[in-house]
């Protein structure tokens, strides 16, 4: 039916045409395969479609979706072995066909898991406007989740540069590189999590043990079957339930290379390893020699088992994440995919567009608040969370994901207000270490919504046990929650993440046994590693068999664990500090993939008084949730004394001694006393109420078994009016009601 030109169309007449093309459609109507047959394409390879981003199963095949914006042209090359030279198949993508934007894809039937892939990219090489495509190197796809294990992979010229202000980088940039490079590994998603659930622990009730996957049980002496793998981790979750820590912080677990460094340990002669992992090279792939099951897509599967076994045993799992960098470093560093894949948008370059800006002091910036770069970060969290049930992260150099494009910090960066606010991550636990390597220190002021690495804790604690003067003050608000950094800007004591030693520095037994870091086997003759450690060695440099040093050291270790148990903010210990780990006064070991950094566990027999001193201080947090509560100290929890009874004198520097009584109940309180001094010191106890008597929780001065009490164990403490305080050390007691449950032991053998 036609009508006349430019006649309007009434209701009827659509309703006529609607009805002759029904008609039309009747007389040839097919059974529905047939038709899907007719019009389905029959090629293994097709189209496909931009999004879901990465390699994903769809129908009988995987759909591969990469971006890159200036990009001419986009190779996807298939291989059967991660060593390999030549691609078993390669797939030209067209431009007028297989671009949707600015992404490119493709779908292939028959992709199987385990199936080895990788990108070739070309454009424009143009460092001056930003731009270093080089079709002569292998790249990895952004979004893979499984990198393939190469045991030669290193970073030398030949593998990789991709600058040619110099001949011989302009010879390496040519190189073809697929030999030299992993390959991007396609994945299976599905693992039976067995109704597993995120675990939540409340931040009042989380205590955190940061530890690395590999050096937690690679030492012969772990005992494990699978040692520096994630079974391994497994293996030993009864120790971590033993000890008593509700949340597991992992030092990274992205795909990094170990043989990224080029030098070699000047003492020895051995090669220099990445160790620590804060070079990623992907942000989506669980590290493959983490894996005892192999490296083709089985450390997804494997990792995902150590995260169901520590859900099971009540334990969190936290992730340390690097979104601030990458490993391809400056300008003179290899290709492997960002770089190649569209530089300019994926990196904040200097005004000389040939140059990197470096807030993290590795060579690059990630421009994570650029549209796309936030979407990946995004993406990748949302899958950790998703797909391998984590339960949180800890953002490395946090505050580079508040920088803009020319490097100036943001005073509401959208990246990281879009992570607290995003549907999926709102409820998971975020950690900023608020601070870069470009000057930036935003502890207390860090965007709403996250907890933050209280650098200034670590320091302040540090200080007082020194018996430095003037940090009577400091030393109080830490303990307290750090009111005078959190409170001016809205948050709470839960926004402290309180430690006093990390991977970054020295371990707690080395803090109190070093005056100076002893860097010399990282081959930087000494420089690297901070000077601000803020230790001692008590007379001797390193380890002594001094009685009289060791045990002013074993005093000083159990005040730190002390301070940090009694202490209001979320506590971080550092893995192995229970049982006195040692790096040998090496403060910087990212490096040294040997027994420096390695967990030797029969430390642990050695050192059982450290650890029972720990589990005891865990349990005792525990058991008492005033030390922990959401909101700062209120005047009626908590009052302050001088060790003469009166108010300490905050204002003299001179000073290094105070207590506090923080009132759990009408007739229940906890008496805390610390010396930092030279000399032991009378404390001047409070009144007691009727029928109320002291009793020891602790005491760092007193050898153990009498050290620390269990709870309901704890002695009846004699005198009523007067406690002395040793030098150096800290005590607890307890005010608790004479018909109360518990020993009534009066301790005259050490009073």
């Known amino acids: 039916m036609q009508k006349p030109a430019g006649q309007v169309l009434s209701i009827s007449d659509h309703a006529a045409e609607n009805a002759d093309a029904i008609a039309d459609m009747t007389a040839t109507e097919c059974p529905l395969h047939d038709y899907v047959s007719e019009v389905s394409e029959r090629t293994d390879i097709r189209v496909g479609m931009p999004l879901p981003m990465g390699a994903y199963a769809h129908g009988e095949g ?46 292939i039937e028959g992709i199987r898991p385990g199936q080895l892939y990788a990108y070739r990219v070309d454009g424009p090489y143009q460092p001056k406007d930003g731009h270093r495509f080089n079709f002569n190197k292998l790249l990895l796809d952004p979004f893979a989740t499984a990198i393939s294990i190469l045991p030669d992979w290193n970073f ?15 010879i390496c940039s040519k190189v073809d590189d697929a030999g030299a490079m992993p390959k991007c590994v396609f994945t299976h998603e599905h693992f039976h999590w067995q109704d597993d659930r995120p675990l939540r622990h409340p931040w009042p009730k989380t205590i955190i043990y940061e530890t690395h996957v590999r050096g ?152 994570a608040n650029h549209p796309v770069v936030r979407d990946i970060i995004l993406s990748a969290l949302r899958y950790w969370v998703l797909e391998m049930h984590i339960d949180g992260f800890r953002f490395d150099l946090a505050s580079i994901l508040g920088r803009d494009s020319t490097g100036n910090l943001l005073s509401n960066p959208p990246l990281l207000e879009q992570i607290t606010e995003d549907p999926i991550l709102r409820g998971t636990k975020l950690i900023a270490e608020a ?30 046990w020194r018996g430095e003067d003037g940090m009577l003050g400091a030393f109080a608000s830490r303990i307290c929650g750090s009111a005078d950094i959190y409170a001016t800007t809205g948050k709470c004591p839960g926004c ?52 009289e040093v060791e045990s002013i050291r074993i005093r000083q270790i159990k005040n730190f664990l002390l301070s940090l148990m009694i202490s209001r903010g979320v506590p971080m210990l550092l893995g192995g500090d229970e049982f006195c780990r040692t790096q040998h006064g090496n403060n910087n070991a990212y490096c040294q993939d040997n027994e420096t950094s390695w967990y030797d566990w029969s430390q642990l027999e050695q050192h059982q008084e450290m650890y029972r001193f720990t589990r005891g201080m865990i349990a005792f947090r525990q058991a008492h949730p005033i030390l922990s509560q959401e909101h700062f100290y209120m005047e009626a929890e908590i009052s302050w004394f001088s060790p003469q009874g009166d108010l300490p004198n905050w204002t003299d520097p001179k000073e290094k001694q105070f207590a506090c009584l923080i009132q759990e109940g009408e007739r229940n309180a906890l008496y805390l006393m610390f010396n930092a001094g030279a000399n032991a010191v009378d404390f001047r106890l409070p009144p007691l109420l009727p029928d109320t008597r002291w009793h020891l929780a602790a005491d760092t001065s007193h050898e153990a078994p009498q050290d620390m009490f269990a709870k309901g164990e704890e002695p009846l403490w004699e005198d009523t009016h007067t406690y002395r305080l040793d030098s150096q050390s800290s005590v607890i007691l307890l005010v608790r009601e004479t018909n109360s449950q518990g020993s009534q032991m009066i301790l005259r053998e050490i009073k």
Request: proline share 4%; glycine share 10%; hydrophobic share 35%.
């Open 216 to 367: 937690f049980t690679i030492h012969p002496s772990s005992n494990v079957g699978h040692p520096g793998t994630y079974r391994g981790l497994i293996e030993k979750i009864p120790y971590l339930k033993d000890l008593g820590v509700t949340t597991i912080e992992l030092m990274p677990v992205h795909e990094f290379n170990e043989q990224q460094i080029l030098g070699v340990n000047p003492q020895t002669g051995q090669l220099l390893r990445n160790y620590w992992g804060y070079d990623p090279v992907s942000f989506f792939a669980p590290k493959a020699s983490y894996s005892s099951a192999g490296g083709l897509g089985q450390q997804k599967l494997e990792f995902k088992e150590m995260v169901l076994a520590l859900h099971r045993a009540g334990i969190e799992v936290i992730l340390d994440v690097v979104f601030n960098h990458t490993a391809e470093g400056n300008e003179m560093g290899p290709t492997l995919c960002f770089r190649g894949i569209d530089n300019a948008i994926f990196y904040t370059l200097a005004s000389d567009k040939r140059y990197y800006k470096n807030y993290a002091g590795t060579g690059n910036t990630i421009n």
């Open 496 to 547: 402290s993440i309180n430690f006093v030693t990390c991977h970054d520095g020295f371990t707690l037994h080395d803090l109190v046994s070093y005056r100076n870091k002893h860097n010399e086997a990282n081959g930087e003759s000494n420089r690297d590693g901070t000077n601000e450690n803020y230790s001692d060695n008590y007379g001797i440099e390193g380890e002594t068999s001094d009685g």
């Open 156 to 170: 030398s010229p030949a593998r990789g540069y991709n600058t040619p202000e110099t001949e011989q980088n302009l």
């Open 435 to 464: 601070w870069d390597a470009a000057g930036a220190y935003e502890v207390g002021s860090f965007s709403q919504g996250w907890a933050e690495w209280n650098g200034r804790y670590r320091d302040d604690v540090r200080l007082y």
């Open 62 to 107: 995987v759909n591969f979706a990469f971006f890159s914006r200036h990009a001419s042209r986009v190779r996807l090359e298939l291989f059967d072995h991660p060593e390999d030279v030549i691609a078993a198949r390669a797939i030209e993508l067209d431009p007028a066909h297989n671009r949707t934007g600015d992404v490119w894809h493709v779908w």
